[in-house]
């Protein structure tokens, strides 16, 4: 019986700040900070693999962008 006390009260918890998460998610601040992440992380990975793979990279950095954050 513990353990699904334990269970409902970590469901229960996760209901209540599952709302707060998604709208961190999708906050122009996210977006700021994921642009100045994702930027950077693709400039080194430009910097340490071969040219061909660019566009590639680029392609990556715009798909997870478009996850989080405001602009979609």
């Known amino acids: 019986m513990a353990d699904d006390d334990v269970a409902g009260k ?3 918890a996760f209901e209540d700040i599952k709302g707060k998460v998604s709208d961190a998610l999708d906050s122009p601040q996210a977006e700021q900070v994921s642009d100045s992440v994702l930027d ?24 997870v962008d478009g996850a989080i954050g405001t602009e979609k």
């Open 40 to 63: 950077s992380v693709a400039d080194f990975a430009k910097k340490i693999l071969p040219d061909e793979y660019d566009a590639k990279i680029d392609e990556v950095r715009n798909h």
């Open 10 to 12: 970590a469901k229960s």
